[in-house]
C-alpha cells in the first residue's frame, strides 16, 4: 500500500514539477529545477533519508566561535597524502585516513546518501560538545576534498572500544578506572542529547588514562540507528554524571545556550523536524536536573 500511495505520488510530483516549483521543507528554497524535485522526492521518500542528510548549506561554528588553529588547518591545509596501515572497521561511512601537508592526520567521511551517514551531523556534534563542554569528541570540521564535500575530524592515536575489558582488567590503573566509568557516563548522556543510535564499542576510543573520544556520530539527529536506548535505559548514567562538578558546569553551558539564536542555528544545521525533537531531549534534561 506505502508503495503504491509513493509511486501515485511520484507520477503527480512528475507530472507538475515543470510548472509549479517546490519547497524545501527546511530552507524554503524554491527549486525551479525539475530533476532536483524528482531527486528531493527520491532521497526523502524512497530512500527515506532525513532533511539533514539532504541540506548543502554550509555549515559555520555555532555562535560565531572562533575555530583554532587546529581546526583552521583541517579545512584548509592541503592533503599530503593517505595513510596507510589503518584498521578502518566495518562502518557504513567507509572513512579515508590522510596526512595533510602540516603534519596533522585526520579522517575524511565524504557525503553519501545512505541512512547512517551524515556529515552535518558529525560537525554538528562537535560543536554542541565544545559549546556545553563535554570535550569527548575530536575537532570536526565541513570541508571539500577532490571536489566532494564531508567532514574532516582530528585522527587520535588511541585504542578502540572492544578492548576496554581487557585494560581495566590488566593495563589501567584504578584512577584510570574511575575517570573512564566517569566519561562513559557522560558520553551516554551526549549520546541522549545528540540521539546517537549508533554508539556501540567501535564508535569511541579511549587511553590507558582514562581519556575517551566519541568518535563516529554520523547517526546522530535523525533517530536511526541499531543501539537505540530509550532515556529510562541512560536515567541512570545521566543523574551520575551531572551530580559531578563537572556535569554541573555543563547543565549551566547547556541551559545558558538554550535561546532563539541557538535554536535557529540548529534548525540550519538539521531542518525543522529533527530539531525540534532534539530541543524537546534538551527541555526533558533541564527538567529532569531541576
Given at each position: 500500500?506505502?508503495?503504491?500511495?509513493?509511486?501515485?505520488?511520484?507520477?503527480?510530483?512528475?507530472?507538475?514539477?515543470?510548472?509549479?516549483?517546490?519547497?524545501?521543507?527546511?530552507?524554503?528554497?524554491?527549486?525551479?529545477?525539475?530533476?532536483?524535485?524528482?531527486?528531493?522526492?527520491?532521497?526523502?521518500?524512497?530512500?527515506?533519508?532525513?532533511?539533514?542528510?539532504?541540506?548543502?548549506?554550509?555549515?559555520?561554528?555555532?555562535?560565531?566561535?572562533?575555530?583554532?588553529?587546529?581546526?583552521?588547518?583541517?579545512?584548509?591545509?592541503?592533503?599530503?597524502?593517505?595513510?596507510?596501515?589503518?584498521?578502518?572497521?566495518?562502518?557504513?561511512?567507509?572513512?579515508?585516513?590522510?596526512?595533510?601537508?602540516?603534519?596533522?592526520?585526520?579522517?575524511?567521511k565524504e557525503h553519501?546518501?545512505?541512512?547512517?551517514?551524515?556529515?552535518?551531523?558529525?560537525?554538528?556534534?562537535?560543536?554542541?560538545?565544545?559549546?556545553?563542554?563535554?570535550?569527548?569528541?575530536?575537532?570536526?570540521?565541513?570541508?571539500?576534498?577532490?571536489?566532494?564535500?564531508?567532514?574532516?575530524?582530528?585522527?587520535?592515536?588511541?585504542?578502540?572500544?572492544?578492548?576496554?575489558?581487557?585494560?581495566?582488567?590488566?593495563?589501567?590503573?584504578?584512577?584510570?578506572?574511575?575517570?573512564?566509568?566517569?566519561?562513559?557516563?557522560?558520553?551516554?548522556?551526549?549520546?541522549?542529547?545528540?540521539?546517537?543510535?549508533?554508539?556501540n564499542v567501535n564508535?569511541?576510543?579511549?587511553?590507558?588514562?582514562?581519556?575517551?573520544?566519541?568518535?563516529?556520530?554520523?547517526?546522530?539527529?535523525?533517530?536511526?540507528?541499531?543501539?537505540?536506548?530509550?532515556?529510562?535505559?541512560?536515567?541512570?548514567?545521566?543523574?551520575?554524571?551531572?551530580?559531578?562538578?563537572?556535569?554541573?558546569?555543563?547543565?549551566?553551558?547547556?541551559?545558558?545556550?538554550?535561546?532563539?539564536?541557538?535554536?535557529?542555528?540548529?534548525?540550519?544545521?538539521?531542518?525543522?523536524?529533527?530539531?525540534?525533537?532534539?530541543?524537546?531531549?534538551?527541555?526533558?534534561?533541564?527538567?529532569?536536573?531541576?
Open positions: 500500500m506505502r508503495i503504491q500511495f509513493l509511486a501515485l505520488l511520484f507520477l503527480i510530483l512528475f507530472n507538475s514539477c515543470s510548472s509549479s516549483p517546490i519547497r524545501e521543507p527546511s530552507s524554503l528554497n524554491l527549486r525551479e529545477n525539475c530533476f532536483e524535485a524528482l531527486s528531493y522526492f527520491q532521497d526523502r521518500y524512497i530512500k527515506g533519508l532525513k532533511e539533514s542528510q539532504i541540506l548543502d548549506g554550509e555549515l559555520t561554528p555555532i555562535n560565531n566561535r572562533e575555530r583554532s588553529e587546529v581546526e583552521l588547518s583541517m579545512k584548509f591545509s592541503e592533503v599530503e597524502g593517505e595513510l596507510t596501515g589503518i584498521h578502518r572497521g566495518a562502518g557504513s561511512t567507509d572513512p579515508t585516513f590522510y596526512a595533510l601537508d602540516d603534519g596533522i592526520k585526520v579522517v575524511w553519501k546518501k545512505i541512512k547512517l551517514s551524515n556529515y552535518r551531523a558529525e560537525v554538528l556534534a562537535f560543536e554542541l560538545d565544545r559549546l556545553w563542554g563535554f570535550n569527548l569528541v575530536p575537532e570536526t570540521v565541513e570541508r571539500s576534498i577532490d571536489g566532494g564535500v564531508g567532514s574532516v575530524q582530528l585522527f587520535k592515536e588511541s585504542i578502540t572500544g572492544p578492548l576496554l575489558k581487557y585494560n581495566i582488567k590488566n593495563n589501567m590503573s584504578e584512577e584510570a578506572i574511575a575517570r573512564v566509568q566517569h566519561n562513559l557516563s557522560k558520553q551516554s548522556m551526549f549520546d541522549y542529547l545528540i540521539e546517537n543510535n549508533d554508539r564508535n569511541y576510543l579511549f587511553t590507558l588514562e582514562g581519556e575517551l573520544y566519541s568518535i563516529d556520530n554520523a547517526a546522530s539527529f535523525t533517530g536511526i540507528g541499531f543501539y537505540q536506548k530509550s532515556f529510562a535505559a541512560r536515567e541512570e548514567d545521566i543523574k551520575a554524571f551531572l551530580s559531578t562538578d563537572e556535569g554541573e558546569a555543563v547543565f549551566k553551558n547547556i541551559v545558558s545556550s538554550y535561546d532563539e539564536s541557538f535554536k535557529k542555528q540548529i534548525i540550519e544545521y538539521i531542518g525543522k523536524k529533527d530539531a525540534r525533537r532534539f530541543f524537546g531531549r534538551i527541555e526533558r534534561i533541564i527538567q529532569v536536573n531541576d
